[in-house]
């Protein structure tokens, strides 16, 4: 819940990725790429852990950063590259 809050500071969002316990969970992760106030650098970070289909909704959010926007588009791609090749053989 806490880090999908768009009022937290950053240093809050630093100490949850800081957490072990909180980075296992996967919605955890999902809300903290998702949340504008989280900082670029954990986001990067974080995105490539998530699946296609948050990647996709991740891609067309005005909310978050636009180079948050433009990895996940490209991960996106990839790995929706990577089904189609998997599909064909």
């Known amino acids: 819940m806490f880090a999908a809050a768009k009022h937290l500071s950053e240093n809050v969002l630093r100490e949850i990725t800081r957490s072990r316990r909180f980075m296992k969970n996967y919605s955890v992760v999902r809300n903290l790429v998702g949340n504008p106030r989280c900082p670029i650098d954990i986001s990067l970070t974080l995105v490539k852990n998530l699946l ?37 053989q």
């Open 52 to 88: 296609v289909y948050d990647l996709k909704s991740l891609r067309h959010s005005k909310s978050i950063s636009e180079i948050v926007r433009r990895v996940a588009d490209k991960l996106y791609k990839e790995k929706m590259d990577a089904r189609a090749q998997q599909q064909n």
